[in-house]
């Protein structure tokens, strides 16, 4: 059976069809909203294998963070005000300084987001939040791919260098992820499985 997604009431679309960062505070909780360029988009909630596997990946990057950072999956990110870019990253590392109340999270605290590519987003996932985290100014994005969208294993494409046009830099990772930014990391892909 297939995810119904309902569109936010009437009540809550503005006007103008260009979401404002007050728009969005106005939606419902709980509702899997991101928006980019003042688009709506309305997430369908992730199937359980990408859940865990976030979950996997979430444990085996905190237990290397260094102690000025810290990392929360799914949390609120304000990218852009104007047109807004309001998103909600698998993961976000960001400053240890940082409330765990702050929503949303501004984009000055953040080193770190990654992305679990799923079915349903693959096109947004590889071609779209490149850009959009590079022009916000993310120093460093994982894209995260499984055999769920055609990968013949699990496979971490590290960006870094934020430009205009995207990053300028692309590590492609099976088996064994090792890098030294923003901070060593080490992690064994398969295992995470």
Same mark, same amino acid.
């Given at each position: 059976?297939?995810?119904?997604?309902?569109?936010?009431? %009437?009540?809550?679309?503005?006007?103008?069809?260009?979401?404002?960062?007050?728009? *969005? $505070?106005? /939606?419902? $909780?709980?509702?899997?909203?991101?928006?980019?360029?003042?688009?709506?988009?309305?997430?369908?909630?992730?199937?359980?294998?990408?859940?865990?596997?976030?979950?996997? /990946?979430?444990?085996?990057?905190?237990?290397?963070?260094?102690?000025?950072?810290?990392?929360?999956?799914?949390?609120?990110?304000?990218?852009?005000?104007?047109?807004?870019?309001?998103?909600?990253?698998?993961?976000?590392?960001?400053?240890?300084?940082?409330?765990?109340?702050?929503?949303?999270?501004?984009?000055?605290?953040?080193?770190?987001?990654?992305?679990?590519?799923? %079915?349903?987003?693959?096109?947004?996932?590889?071609?779209?939040?490149?850009? @959009?985290?590079? +022009?916000?100014?993310?120093?460093?994005?994982?894209? *995260?791919?499984?055999?769920?969208?055609?990968? $013949?294993? /699990?496979? @971490?494409?590290?960006?870094?260098?934020?430009?205009?046009?995207?990053?300028?830099?692309?590590? @492609?990772?099976?088996?064994?992820?090792?890098?030294? @930014?923003?901070? %060593?990391?080490?992690?064994? /892909? +398969?295992?995470?499985?």
């Amino acid at each position: 059976m297939g995810h119904v997604i309902m569109p936010p009431h %009437p009540e809550h679309q503005p006007m103008s069809g260009v979401w404002t960062l007050r728009d *969005v $505070e106005r /939606l419902p $909780e709980g509702c899997r909203a991101e928006v980019i360029d003042g688009a709506l988009t309305i997430n369908p909630s992730p199937a359980p294998v990408h859940n865990r596997f976030v979950r996997h /990946l979430a444990a085996a990057l905190e237990s290397q963070l260094p102690a000025e950072w810290q990392l929360e999956s799914r949390i609120d990110v304000l990218l852009n005000l104007e047109p807004l870019d309001y998103v909600a990253p698998d993961l976000v590392v960001f400053g240890a300084d940082v409330p765990l109340t702050t929503r949303p999270m501004s984009v000055r605290e953040i080193t770190l987001v990654a992305e679990m590519v799923a %079915p349903e987003s693959r096109r947004r996932d590889r071609n779209m939040r490149p850009v @959009v985290y590079a +022009d916000a100014g993310i120093p460093h994005f994982w894209r *995260v791919e499984s055999e769920a969208v055609g990968a $013949e294993r /699990l496979t @971490v494409h590290v960006f870094s260098e934020p430009g205009d046009e995207g990053y300028r830099v692309e590590q @492609v990772f099976t088996g064994r992820l090792s890098t030294a @930014v923003p901070f %060593p990391i080490e992690i064994d /892909l +398969d295992g995470l499985t």
